[in-house]
């Protein structure tokens, strides 16, 4: 493939464009952008090398003296999506509600950009916009009182909890597309069957919650808030 290395190498570290000669016909961010309008339509599947020159107008080959590998390419497309953060407003001093808010950023964007779940890798962790983000972060967690390799830890733990989260919502949204029944029809039958086993008396421990009133958690948004609550009662200082 044309312009493999054949050791590692970092996109960002590549110059964007050379000392001399002429301007390139095309940025990194206009590369980008193709791919991202690509995945967002189509889904990630769908971005090739090919496909993104033809988006820009470029030859194949062509594409390969801006990005060298596939690889590179996801990682144009993770860095640009997270530019999409709002970091303008500076930590506001309480460290939680500011983690909860890149929280919720973070849902959004993964939301908005379902392909990102699949290739956001902390290799990636290197861009600008990451590194961006990560440096608010750590400005947000200044007042906490862990050692920085903690807040490392809690950043990774609130990132990959969001992970999760949207990616089944996704799965959700993608499995009611793909039914020619409503999602709320389908969990009043799944429920039904549900109880109708816990009375079999087989699963005493599901009969003693059925019969607290516990009901099973239909509300994102609450689930959402409780969920980083909860990583977030792991790192608070202990009194």
Sequence with gaps: MAGRAAEPEVIWARPERAG??????????DIAAAAVRIAD??????VSMRRVAAEIGCGTMSLYNYVPRKEDLYELMVDLVSGEYD???????????????LARQARGIM????WVIRVMSSVYGVSPNALRCLDHCLACLEGLGVPPGTKLELFGMVNGSVMVFVANELAI???TRSVPWSAEREQAVREAYMRGQVMTGDYPHLAALFAEGVAPVDDAEGAFERLLGRVLDGFAPRG
Excluded: C, F, I, V
Aim: hydrophobic fraction near 30%; glycine fraction near 10%; charge should be positive.
């Design 111 to 114: 939301r908005r950009h379902p």
């Design 20 to 29: 001399r000669g002429p301007k390139p016909a095309y940025s990194r961010a």
């Design 173 to 175: 949204a993608e499995r």
């Design 41 to 46: 339509a189509d889904g990630l599947d769908a």
């Design 87 to 101: 970091l303008s407003r500076g930590p506001s001093g309480d460290w939680r509600a500011d983690m909860l808010d």
